[in-house]
């Protein structure tokens, strides 16, 4: 069966905090994509990254990076020196034959 | 990347009417889908919408509750009919577009009373 689990429901710091969401995935296919999407109050999804399985190249971008480990099926997303715009809810989801299997969603507060 | 733009934004509609939801991407694209979202919960996918060929539903969701066209590769609708409460949510449409990204419509926040 294929399942994407983020187990934190809610993630609160403060502004200047790094911060690391986590995502661990089932899957039986040996190709596949993993995706990041950001959902901020205003409701929109805002796509952030997809790894494909043979890519286990860490990939960073601003202040934000990705750990992929396909030996743990995880694939960790860290916020650096986090701000109050990166308040959202953050969805981890993995593609199989194009539709998507998304995880709950980590509700991530920044505090001023 | 695409820009998908949905109609209407929200809407607020009485129980046992029907809405249409319009979803319009700025670029030829084959995979379309719809999502649904209730409130505070993931994304569940309803179908699949592939210009061409019928609609692919997912289970729990039939085509007399959530009729869909796809009439041309820039383009789909999605009807909820017969509303009732419990199909308040966020109703989104997502493309797929090179290399696998599949991006999202701006939603449409639907509310039954």
């Known amino acids: 069966a294929q399942k994407v689990t983020q187990a934190q429901t809610e993630i609160s710091v403060v502004e200047k905090e790094d911060v690391t969401l986590d995502c661990v995935y089932e899957?039986?296919?040996?190709?596949?994509?993993l995706f990041w999407y950001k959902q901020p109050p205003s409701g929109e999804l805002v796509f952030l990254i997809r790894?494909?399985?043979?890519d286990e190249q860490n990939e960073i971008s601003g202040r934000y990076s990705w750990n992929f480990q396909k030996s743990t099926s995880s694939f960790n997303f860290t916020i650096t020196a986090s701000q109050v715009v990166d308040s959202a809810v953050y969805f981890c989801?993995?593609?199989?034959?194009?539709?998507?299997?998304w995880g709950a969603g980590t509700k991530l507060i920044i505090k001023p | 990347s695409a820009v998908i733009s949905q109609k209407p934004s929200r809407d607020i509609c009485q129980r046992g009417t029907s809405l249409t939801i319009q979803c319009q991407v700025d670029?030829?694209?084959?995979?379309m889908f719809w999502y649904r979202q209730q409130p505070g919960q993931s994304l569940t996918l309803i179908a699949t919408?592939?210009?061409?060929?019928?609609?692919?539903?997912e289970s729990g969701f039939v085509i007399d509750k959530f009729p869909i066209s796809r009439p041309n590769l820039t383009f789909s609708t999605l009807t909820v009919s017969n509303m009732s409460p419990e199909d308040s949510s966020i109703y989104l449409c997502?493309?797929?577009?090179?290399?696998?990204?599949?991006?999202f419509g701006p939603g449409t926040r639907l509310t039954v009373t």
């Open positions: 997502s493309v797929v577009v090179d290399s696998y990204e599949q991006y």
């Open positions: 670029s030829q694209v084959t995979m």
């Open positions: 919408a592939n210009q061409g060929s019928e609609a692919t539903y």
């Open positions: 899957t039986r296919d040996t190709t596949y994509y």
């Open positions: 790894r494909n399985s043979f």
């Open positions: 989801a993995l593609d199989s034959n194009y539709q998507l299997i």
